[in-house]
């Protein structure tokens, strides 16, 4: 299980390597500031594996990570979600 990450507004990032509201590979969420509340913002599908990394920020509000499995070689990929 990867560490979760915190932004300066607060709100905490993370990843799960099963689960989701998908098939079960896992997904992106966030537990926004003050009360906390739950916001899945990307399930992984069966061809890009689970997500095995903690949540990056940039300053854009651009989030990465990487995945067990996927990509040309089906060995991993980075993936990204944009605000």
Do not use: C, H
């Amino acid at each position: 299980m990867a560490p979760v990450t915190l932004d300066a507004a607060g709100n905490i990032y993370g990843t799960t390597f099963q689960e989701g509201s998908g098939n079960g590979n896992g997904n992106v969420f966030k537990l926004s500031a003050g009360q906390y509340t739950y916001t899945s913002l990307y399930d992984f599908e069966f061809d890009a594996g689970s997500p095995i990394s903690n949540v990056i920020l940039d300053a854009r509000g651009n989030k990465f990570g990487t995945t067990t499995l996927g990509g040309p070689n089906g060995y991993g990929t980075v993936w990204t979600i944009s605000p």
